[in-house]
């Protein structure tokens, strides 16, 4: 059973930054949640993940609220190579598998 | 360091032949996990392996199978293929240590199409 709730789709201009939500309100104080991404026919990339704290690293910026019922993924300057389907999962450290929903489609447009 | 690669990356078989797919990991990466993907079911995990021992199992029938070498590399079967066996198989790589929020790096996968 899928534990996060994302837009099916969204759109974003080239430039501009691009703000993935992402619900999981049933989330327990062990689960990490993690973003993926994978491009059409590729294999999914691991993009950030986070506990309570927001993250940032070279892709994109992780903010989880302070109740972490939700995060936001924000890639700072979309590109059109950042079109593909965006994974938001939480995932327990004692789990060995990542459980993948629907994913949000992100289209950047030129 | 090298990524994940897989092998072979397509592959056609027929109903009811049997097929082996390879996975290697990155280096020093003892975890091996593997991932069907299809239009409908979506990524959908098959099983996980840690040094050579299966730790972790999803929901699939006994047809599909795998195994972890003392390197680390990994292989899976399925046998007797089902036309619904037509999928991108994945792998993925980790330290897969217990207890740590460890990524998983995934390979380019296998197509596999069953005729």
């Known amino acids: 059973d899928a534990k996060t709730t994302q837009p099916p789709s969204m759109d974003c201009a080239e430039g501009r930054a691009a703000n993935l939500p992402c619900n999981h309100s049933?989330?327990?104080?062990?689960?990490?949640v993690y973003w993926y991404r994978q491009i059409h026919s590729q294999g999914p990339q691991y993009i950030i993940h986070g506990l309570k704290n927001n993250e940032t690293n070279e892709m994109a910026s992780l903010i989880i609220t302070e109740d972490r019922k939700s995060s936001t993924l924000i890639l700072p300057h979309a590109t059109l190579r950042d079109t593909a389907v965006y994974y938001c999962i939480v995932r327990d450290v004692g789990d060995y598998k990542l459980s993948f929903g629907a994913g949000t489609t992100v289209t950047v447009r030129a | 360091k090298a990524g994940v690669t897989q092998t072979p990356r397509y592959l056609i078989k027929t109903r009811g032949q049997q097929v082996t797919l390879s996975c290697s990991p990155i280096?020093?990466?003892?975890?091996v996990s593997w991932y069907q993907q299809t239009p409908g079911q979506g990524l959908q995990f098959l099983f996980e392996y840690f040094s050579e021992t299966q730790r972790n199992k999803g929901n699939f029938p006994g047809r599909f199978s795998g195994r972890q070498f003392s390197n680390s590399r990994s292989e899976m079967n399925v046998s007797t293929l089902e036309l619904g066996d037509s999928a991108l198989y994945l792998c993925a790589s980790s330290p897969g240590t217990s207890g740590l929020p460890y990524e998983q790096y995934f390979g380019p996968g296998t197509r596999l199409t069953v005729t």
């Open positions: 049933t989330i327990s104080g062990n689960e990490y």
């Open positions: 280096s020093g990466h003892r975890s």
